[in-house]
């Protein structure tokens, strides 16, 4: 599942090609991907901010409405009709649309934002801005380290995966936190991992898993 480097590169990219931009049309292929609220609200509206709590992304716009994504697994937020696009996965995206794009939105640059999702465990919802982040669970700790990043990160404070947190020492804990950020600046540098189905907004594939500290490396000794 695509962790915090990740979500954050897609809320990069469609920081930089969205915001401003008036969406101008809604085809909704897969209603069921919709929990909450309708994205015809949208239409008309400006991308004001895209922010991003843990691994959900939201899209503010200038009608005091959201639009609150969870891609989960194999979701993919993909822009097409972007000039300067050329390394776009065709492993891992293909043409688009495709039989797993289930959304696209059109926006006034002439920029589509299509949603993949192969194995459909997304969701979307409409939500008054003012409301997100009570909806939302509280990320202001941690949010969004999963397993690639949390045994990179035991690797890299040399602790020991199978011990229980209570036995950690506070030095330790601050060890383990200095990791969790470290490898967590690493995802982001790389662009995130491409393990599964995940790319970045252009629809290029991430380069962490080049530099994976244990994932599929042979067994090495804390």
């Known amino acids: 599942m695509p962790e915090l480097p990740e979500v954050e590169t897609i809320r990069l990219g469609l920081e930089e090609y969205l915001s401003g ?9 897969l209603p069921k991907i919709v929990l909450a609220g309708s994205l015809n609200d949208l ?6 901010s895209i922010r991003r709590f843990g ?3 939201v899209l503010d716009f200038d009608n005091n ?9 194999t979701g993919q937020l993909v822009l097409g009709e972007v000039p300067q696009v050329s390394r776009v996965s065709r492993a891992k995206v293909g043409t688009l649309p495709n039989r797993w794009t289930h959304l696209i939105l059109r926006f006034s640059n002439g920029t589509k934002l299509y949603y993949n999702d192969l194995r459909q465990f997304g969701w979307i919802r409409v939500l008054p801005t003012e409301s997100v982040e009570h909806f939302l669970l509280d990320q202001r700790k941690i949010g969004g380290v999963g397993n690639i990043y949390a045994n990179d990160a035991l690797f890299l404070a040399k602790i020991d995966p199978q011990r229980p947190a209570k036995t950690l020492s506070s030095e330790e ?5 200095e990791a969790l950020l470290e490898v967590l600046k690493r995802g982001l540098k790389y662009g995130g991992a491409s ?3 995940y790319v970045n907004a252009l629809g290029e594939e991430g380069d962490y898993q080049k530099h994976f500290l244990v994932l599929r490396t042979k067994r090495q000794a804390l």
Do not use: A, C, N, P
């Open 21 to 29: 931009k008036k969406l101008e049309k809604v085809e909704l292929k």
């Open 43 to 48: 239409i008309g509206s400006q991308v004001m």
């Open 55 to 57: 691994k959900v992304l």
């Open 65 to 73: 409405h959201s639009m609150v994504v969870h891609i989960k697994l």
């Open 173 to 177: 804990i601050i060890k383990l936190y």
């Open 195 to 197: 393990e599964l189905s």
